[in-house]
T-cell receptor, first 114, second 109 residues
Framework: DTAVSQTPKYLVTQMGNDKSIKCEQNLGHDTMYWYKQDSKKFLKIMFSYNNKELIINETVPNRFSPKSPDKAHLNLHINSLELGDSAVYFC?????????????FGEGSWLTVV | GQNIDQPTEMTATEGAIVQINCTYQTSGFNGLFWYQQHAGEAPTFLSYNVLDGLEEKGRFSSFLSRSKGYSYLLLKELQMKDSASYLCAVNEGNNDMRFGAGTRLTVKP
């Protein structure tokens, strides 16, 4: 039933580890996103994909690598985790990025790096 | 660059009306959105404006002036459950939706 689902919801891990967050949408949307929300609640775009193709790649460290095996999935892999990576990561999707097409968010993945 | 500015915090009384302002300077414009986010939850869509003017949706209304780079969200008959963060977002085109830092609204009895 869930439109945009991401796993895991909570993740606590040590510095230096590599972790992945998975995301799937069953809305038939062409575009998927990863957003990062830090402790100040600022929601910042990291990546967007349209039909498996990378469209936006903001200035995030190259330790972050998105992978889109098909247009319904966009996974986020993070290498060599650092304390500053602690945040909530939201996956989202939308139809064609024309006007009026709102973004639907997943429930978020709370990442804590210790 | 791009800037989307909104007040950090606001407080209002149950039953009252509150207006949350948003000003923006972005490289492109393909519509302005307002989202509501309760603590610990994902943002959810509230309203959308692409043409100048007021869009009304029950207790919530949103206004846009493209020439001024300005929008507001108006919440009427405030309820305790309206306590949340309200995020202004601009669709810049090209799969690019940019968010402001959000306004945390506290509704008091």
């Amino acid at each position: 039933d869930t439109a945009v689902s991401q796993t895991p919801k909570y993740l606590v891990t040590q510095m230096g580890n590599d972790k992945s967050i998975k995301c799937e949408q069953n809305l038939g949307h062409d575009t998927m996103y990863w957003y990062k929300q830090d402790s100040k609640k600022f929601l910042k775009i990291m990546f967007s994909y349209n039909n498996k193709e990378l469209i936006i790649n903001e200035t995030v460290p190259n330790r972050f690598s998105p992978k889109s095996p098909d247009k319904a999935h966009l996974n986020l892999h993070i290498n060599s985790l650092e304390l500053g990576d602690s945040a909530v990561y939201f996956c989202a999707s939308s139809r064609d990025p024309g006007s009026g097409n709102t973004i639907y968010f997943g429930e978020g993945s709370w990442l804590t790096v210790v | 660059g791009q800037n989307i500015d909104q007040p950090t915090e606001m407080t209002a009384t149950e039953g009252a009306i509150v207006q949350i302002n948003c000003t923006y300077q972005t490289s492109g414009f393909n519509g302005l959105f307002w989202y509501q986010q309760h603590a610990g939850e994902a943002p959810t869509f509230l309203s959308y404006n692409v043409l100048d003017g007021l869009e009304e949706k029950g207790r919530f209304s949103s206004f846009l002036s493209r020439s001024k780079g300005y929008s507001y969200l108006l919440l009427k008959e405030l309820q305790m459950k309206d306590s949340a963060s309200y995020l202004c977002a601009v669709n810049e085109g090209n799969n690019d939706m940019r968010f402001g830092a959000g306004t945390r609204l506290t509704v008091k009895p």
